[in-house]
């Protein structure tokens, strides 16, 4: 994070609009996520030529171009696991009331039970 609030800086500081991207980003992001990334960025227009697979970790940042990609890419991710934290968490409330709702079911069955008549045989 500390890392794109540089780039920020640099960015609103910076008179020229230079786009550039740092290698030093290598060291913070996967293969995987570099591949990601560029498929994040040109989702409609990938070219078929290029297969990002056997290209070096340089080319591929070389095709993301901007280290805004990458940021707009992080913070999707960001978002989309605050979203599934948010989901799991009311999942997990939704389960826990239908428990209390069963638990204070079965406790009102009981309470009912316990009021009806014991019909034992007496033996005499």
Request: charged share 50%.
């Given at each position: 994070?500390?890392?794109?609030?540089l780039v920020l800086k640099r960015r609103v500081k910076a008179e020229e609009s230079s786009v550039t991207i740092s290698e030093s980003l290598l060291k913070y992001l996967s293969r995987k996520e570099l591949i990601e990334i560029i498929q994040?960025?040109?989702?409609?227009?990938?070219p078929k030529s290029?297969?990002?697979m056997?290209?070096?970790n340089e080319e591929l940042l070389k095709l993301i171009e901007d280290e805004l990609f990458v940021l707009a890419y992080m913070s999707s991710l960001w978002c989309?696991?605050?979203s599934d934290e948010s989901a799991k968490?009311?999942?997990?409330?939704?389960?826990?009331?239908?428990?209390?709702?069963s638990s204070s079911a079965i406790a009102s069955s009981g309470k009912h039970?316990?009021?009806?008549?014991?019909?034992?045989?007496s033996l005499k």
């Open positions: 994070m500390k890392y794109f609030s994040y960025k040109d989702s409609d227009n990938m290029q297969d990002l056997e290209m070096e989309k696991e605050l968490k009311e999942k997990k409330q939704e389960s826990k009331e239908d428990a209390q709702k039970a316990s009021v009806l008549p014991n019909k034992k045989k």
